[in-house]
């Protein structure tokens, strides 16, 4: 698919479909909707009235027209802050899906900044994704579409550079979906592996893994415990980032990488386990972004570390009652073998801590049922150590259309992870329960400045919701990319 930046009129330009931005103030006769509507003989305002389309966010309408150079023009309901750089996200991923089977394809913005002709070309990208790795003969879909301009009134200032950048954004995005789709058979832990490690060579990082005997050197007994019950070897593994010059700022990416989540001996039911490849959805994000941020060339140093393993229930599986040393030193108390993600977390964030000291500490994990409780389906929590994080993460969020919460770390509930026999245990009570998982990473990253996000929901959905398809989303990419370019400017 070959991406082009244009001024072309509306009215001239030869696609087989041009997608406009609609707000419900449009249809009272302003905007592209009222050039091509006069260019086409009022087809557009003819179909609106009887589709009943108003230009709200969510709708969504194609029209076969006559007197222009498209053939049909794809109207996108936009609500009325249709100026938004997100919109022009939405506006290109719906274009990107209708125009599947066409050949050729335009997306008229109606502003001409930088962030808005990025957030496009992710848009194409992203909304031109369909997982068919194992789809056979006649199920394989066949995507014609080839070419795609995304027009804009005037010429925009840096538009190619940005135009490349949302190219790389979307194929990070995408990379993750990948990933997080695969079925667990296949993307066991030393595939995951295998694939950072491949990214490494194409894009010139640093790259290290540990295998369950260098995990054992390690002292991580709390990832080893979880690993206990499963057939499929562990990895730990490290890429590293580093920019031309010196960087900006140090900053670490940690992830959940539970290729398969059968809760261990205690043991999910078949409903909630369905779903479980899901669980390396934070391990995917981080490659995701440390392959983005190389391939942007971003002047900060990233860091991406993730632990690997499945959670099962074999012979040597970890039960609850079993105490193990973390790599940290604290002991730990199993109270729930379901809980595992903060295990493995526990020791990689205490890694990151102790031999890389970043400046930032970001960790992304489908963490807990209960934060999908808390938040619905499509946000994730936020929790952090420092306010300033905090509200930088979420400015950055913002810009990208992702959903984040902030979620307190709140003290009062530290008792609940009080052991009798050890110096602290993983889980706490029900209620809160996003809370004091959060507050039991929080044990092992010590003064380091830290942001835990709970990714649960968003990383994975049982139907498309917006403009992120069903199954892996990819989410958490676009904000964290957002937010080390903008450590960049300010430093
Ligand atoms: N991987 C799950 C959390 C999860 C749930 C992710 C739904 C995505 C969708 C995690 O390991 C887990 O099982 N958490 C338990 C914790 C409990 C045992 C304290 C949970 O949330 O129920
Ligand atoms: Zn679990
Ligand atoms: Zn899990």
Redesign the pocket.
């Known amino acids: 698919m070959k991406l082009t930046l244009s001024n072309a009129p509306l009215n001239d330009i030869r696609v087989d479909l041009l997608a406009i931005p609609v707000s419900p103030s449009d249809l009272t006769g302003s905007g592209s909707f009222h050039q091509l509507d006069l260019a086409t003989n009022g087809a557009l305002h003819q179909a609106a009235k009887l589709e009943d389309f108003n230009g709200k966010s969510g709708e969504i309408l194609r029209v076969h027209v006559a007197g222009i150079g498209a053939q049909q023009v794809l109207l996108v309901g936009m609500g009325d802050d249709h100026l938004h750089p997100r919109n022009a996200r939405i506006l290109a991923a719906r274009a990107a899906q209708a125009a599947f089977k066409c050949s050729s394809a335009a997306i008229a913005l109606p502003s001409n900044d930088e962030d808005s002709v990025r957030a496009a070309a992710e848009g194409v990208i992203t909304g031109a994704y369909r997982y068919t790795a194992y789809l056979t003969g006649e199920r394989v879909p066949k995507r014609n579409l080839e070419q795609v301009f995304i027009l804009t009134p005037n010429e925009v200032q840096k538009g190619t550079q940005a135009l490349e950048r949302g190219q790389i954004i979307g194929e990070a995005i995408t990379l993750v979906r990948d990933l997080v789709n695969a079925p667990p058979n296949e993307m066991t832990p030393r595939a995951m592996a295998k694939c950072a490690e491949e990214w490494a060579r194409r894009l010139g990082l640093e790259f290290r893994e540990w295998d369950r005997e260098g995990l054992q050197k390690l002292g991580m007994n709390l990832f080893l415990a979880v690993n206990r019950g499963s057939a499929e070897e562990p990895r730990l593994v490290h890429l590293h980032y580093r920019p031309q010059g010196s960087p900006s700022a140090r900053v670490a990416f940690v992830g959940k990488g539970?290729t398969f989540?059968s809760?261990g001996l205690?043991i999910?039911p078949a409903n909630?386990m369905a779903?479980?490849k899901?669980?390396m959805a934070g391990a995917a994000v981080t490659i995701g972004i440390v392959v983005a941020a190389a391939r942007l060339g971003l002047p900060v140093e990233v860091h991406g570390l993730f632990g690997a393993t499945e959670?099962m229930t074999g012979p040597a599986a970890y039960r609850p009652g079993d105490i193990y040393k973390s790599y940290e030193g604290k002991t730990v108390e199993i109270v729930?073998t379901?809980?595992?993600?903060r295990l493995v977390l526990a020791d990689v964030l205490a890694y990151a801590v102790s031999q890389l000291a970043p400046d930032y500490l970001i960790d992304h994990a489908?963490?807990?049922?209960?934060c999908?409780v808390a938040l619905g389906p499509w946000t994730a929590g936020l929790f952090a150590n420092d306010d300033e994080l905090a509200q930088r993460y979420l400015q950055a969020a913002s810009i990208e259309g992702e959903s984040f919460w902030r979620m307190p770390l709140d003290n009062e509930l530290r008792e609940m992870l009080r052991s009798d026999v050890a110096d602290i245990k993983h889980?706490g009570e029900r209620y809160g329960?996003a809370i004091t998982?959060a507050l039991f990473l929080r044990e092992f990253v010590g003064k380091t400045k830290w942001l835990h996000l709970d990714i649960?929901g968003p990383?994975?959905l049982e139907r498309a919701h917006g403009i992120s398809p069903k199954g892996g989303t990819g989410f958490g990419v676009a904000t964290a990319i957002r937010f080390l370019e903008n450590l960049s400017q300010a430093a």
């Open positions: 539970l989540d809760g205690c999910k909630s779903d479980m899901c669980d959670n729930n379901d809980a595992e993600g489908t963490l807990t049922g209960a999908m889980v329960g998982a649960a990383a994975f």
